[in-house]
């Protein structure tokens, strides 16, 4: 049920169909079998909680928050195996039907409504519910997700349609309730992205440590409010808190010193949350997952998987990277350097030789040689992420060398070596020379492929997972 157009805030419509079409795509982003990014799917999470507000007056006039509760489900649903004479057609539809409700209830809560701790209580019978108000509801918040659960031909079907009160004690939809509740709290309390202060520009979009930075937007209020953050990305991952001045800092405008351990990513604001729960997101996501796979089988497995990827991520605030906030800080950083891809590169008489690398903010890089005279020498003015060839080594013995990759920008320079070991008794010997030598595959991310060796290498990416 929706607020009358009186209560509307100034601006925004007087239906939730603009939500509709996030919500379905958020849906499909975090919990549909599509390829995704981490990025993308905590970037999913954020616009959830962005349109919470007006989700939450789509929900505050549920009946069973006016004590008029009008739900209905099927028992069907959840204790099909469990009944003998079941009709055959309520097996199909479970599989479609309760993966979806699940992935609708757990969206819902993602978006944190504020429903008086009664929050899962509404989700669930929003997934579950076969009624018309449900049904209503779930239509505008979902758009087409919610129209493909009308399940027009409930009548038809051989069922027990009950109230979601008997159903919390009469199947197992009560754990997955406790559960659901579990996991919105547990999200509910981690320190998230600030609603209101939007970033235009930040300048200069690149420095070190120290460097003064302009910041410029807007609703960042006239005075740092209590629990408001300025963060930017730290380099050795996660978030470093930036010390404003109080006569720096005003609705449009912040000038402050980029943090030690600045690194290159978004700069953001991170609003505390009031914590609900003593449980952290990874564990909460896990009883959910486990609770959903016991009660609805085989149709949860997928939502089960997704949820258990993205349960640790919400463990850490997460500020949505655009153009307008992004900061190049601190020295650069190598993200992988192979040889033949591998951080020991084994070399077959008179074999090829394929170094690969991958930078970041980096200005120049290099590649030098230590060893015999046999190791080739890499050329200068090399590409900050790419890749060089020797089609053919000449070896004459055995021997180990070792190549130096350094990447430079003003902030400061890092370095990364790997092996090459060249054995020329043949190639039996180097075989085994090879079955000796340690080695490991890079995570894949940047791939290069060799004419000369017919290989393709993964060198690893920060964005990899």
Same mark, same amino acid.
């Not at 953050?229 to 978030?239: D, K, P, Q, R």
């Given at each position: 049920?929706?607020?009358?157009?009186?209560?509307?805030?100034?601006?925004?419509?007087?239906?939730?169909?603009?939500?509709?079409?996030?919500?379905?795509?958020?849906?499909?982003?975090?919990?549909?079998?599509?390829? %995704?990014?981490?990025?993308?799917?905590?970037?999913?999470?954020?616009?959830?909680?962005?349109?919470?507000?007006?989700?939450?007056?789509?929900?505050?006039?549920?009946?069973?928050?006016?004590?008029?509760?009008?739900?209905?489900?099927?028992?069907?649903?959840?204790?099909?195996?469990?009944?003998?004479?079941?009709?055959?057609?309520?097996?199909?539809? =479970?599989?479609?039907?309760?993966?979806?409700?699940?992935?609708? +209830?757990?969206?819902?809560?993602?978006?944190?409504?504020?429903?008086?701790? =009664?929050?899962?209580?509404?989700?669930?019978?929003?997934?579950?519910?076969?009624?018309?108000?449900?049904?209503?509801?779930?239509?505008?918040?979902?758009?087409?997700?919610?129209? &493909?659960?009308?399940? +027009? $031909?409930?009548?038809?079907?051989?069922? &027990?349609?009950?109230?979601?009160?008997?159903?919390?004690? =009469?199947?197992? $939809?009560?754990?997955?309730?406790?559960?659901?509740?579990?996991?919105?709290?547990?999200?509910?309390?981690? /320190?998230?992205?600030?609603?209101?202060?939007?970033?235009?520009?930040?300048?200069?979009?690149?420095?070190?440590?120290?460097?003064?930075?302009?910041?410029?937007?807007?609703?960042?209020?006239?005075?740092?409010?209590?629990?408001?953050?300025?963060?930017?990305?730290?380099?050795?991952?996660?978030?470093?808190?930036?010390?404003?001045?109080?006569?720096?800092?005003?609705?449009?405008?912040?000038?402050?010193?980029?943090?030690?351990?600045?690194?290159?990513? /978004?700069?953001?604001?991170?609003?505390? =949350?009031?914590?609900?729960? +003593?449980?952290?997101?990874?564990?909460? %996501?896990?009883?959910?997952?486990?609770?959903?796979?016991?009660?609805?089988?085989?149709?949860?497995?997928?939502? %089960?998987? #997704?949820?258990?990827?993205?349960?640790?991520?919400?463990?850490?605030? &997460?500020?949505?990277?655009?153009?307008?906030?992004?900061? %190049?800080?601190?020295?650069? #950083?190598?993200?992988?350097?192979?040889?033949?891809?591998?951080?020991?590169?084994?070399?077959?008489?008179?074999?090829?030789?394929?170094?690969?690398?991958?930078?970041?903010?980096?200005?120049?890089?290099?590649?030098?040689?230590?060893?015999?005279?046999?190791?080739?020498?890499?050329?200068?003015?090399?590409?900050?992420?790419?890749? &060089?060839?020797?089609?053919?080594?000449?070896?004459?013995?055995?021997?180990?060398?070792?190549?130096?990759?350094?990447?430079?920008?003003?902030?400061?320079?890092?370095?990364?070596?790997?092996?090459?070991?060249?054995?020329?008794?043949?190639?039996?010997?180097?075989?085994?020379?090879?079955? #000796?030598?340690?080695?490991?595959?890079?995570? +894949?991310?940047?791939?290069?492929?060799?004419?000369?060796?017919?290989?393709?290498?993964?060198?690893?990416?920060?964005?990899?997972?």
């Amino acid at each position: 049920m929706h607020s009358s157009g009186d209560d509307q805030p100034a601006g925004e419509p007087n239906t939730p169909d603009e939500q509709a079409p996030l919500m379905s795509v958020a849906a499909g982003i975090l919990f549909a079998a599509l390829p %995704a990014t981490p990025e993308e799917r905590l970037d999913a999470v954020e616009q959830l909680r962005a349109v919470g507000p007006r989700v939450n007056r789509e929900l505050v006039s549920h009946s069973y928050l006016t004590g008029d509760d009008e739900s209905l489900t099927a028992q069907e649903l959840f204790l099909a195996d469990e009944n003998d004479g079941m009709a055959p057609e309520w097996e199909a539809l =479970r599989a479609n039907y309760v993966s979806r409700a699940i992935v609708v +209830s757990t969206v819902i809560l993602l978006a944190a409504p504020s429903l008086g701790d =009664r929050e899962s209580d509404v989700a669930l019978r929003v997934g579950f519910g076969l009624d018309t108000e449900n049904t209503r509801i779930r239509d505008r918040l979902f758009g087409p997700l919610g129209r &493909h659960m009308n399940l +027009s $031909l409930i009548e038809d079907l051989p069922h &027990h349609e009950i109230g979601f009160g008997d159903a919390f004690r =009469r199947t197992c $939809l009560g754990g997955v309730l406790h559960a659901l509740g579990s996991f919105g709290r547990a999200a509910d309390g981690v /320190p998230r992205q600030s609603s209101t202060a939007a970033i235009q520009s930040v300048f200069p979009a690149r420095g070190c440590a120290g460097d003064w930075i302009d910041i410029r937007g807007s609703g960042f209020g006239s005075t740092q409010a209590a629990g408001l953050t300025l963060v930017f990305t730290a380099y050795a991952g996660g978030w470093v808190s930036a010390i404003v001045d109080p006569t720096h800092w005003s609705d449009t405008h912040i000038r402050v010193q980029a943090p030690t351990g600045v690194g290159n990513g /978004p700069v953001g604001f991170l609003q505390d =949350r009031p914590s609900g729960s +003593s449980q952290t997101v990874a564990g909460a %996501a896990e009883q959910l997952a486990g609770e959903a796979l016991a009660c609805l089988g085989r149709s949860a497995i997928g939502f %089960a998987q #997704k949820l258990r990827d993205l349960g640790p991520r919400l463990d850490a605030p &997460h500020i949505s990277a655009t153009p307008e906030t992004r900061f %190049a800080g601190g020295p650069p #950083k190598i993200f992988g350097f192979l040889g033949n891809c591998a951080t020991r590169a084994m070399l077959r008489p008179r074999g090829p030789l394929t170094l690969s690398w991958t930078t970041d903010n980096a200005d120049t890089v290099e590649i030098r040689p230590t060893g015999p005279p046999e190791l080739p020498v890499p050329p200068t003015g090399l590409p900050t992420a790419g890749s &060089h060839t020797f089609p053919s080594v000449a070896t004459t013995r055995s021997w180990t060398g070792t190549y130096t990759l350094r990447a430079t920008n003003p902030c400061g320079t890092v370095s990364r070596v790997i092996d090459v070991d060249s054995a020329n008794a043949g190639r039996s010997s180097w075989l085994a020379a090879a079955r #000796k030598a340690p080695s490991r595959s890079a995570p +894949s991310a940047v791939c290069t492929t060799s004419s000369a060796t017919n290989r393709t290498c993964c060198v690893g990416h920060p964005w990899a997972a």
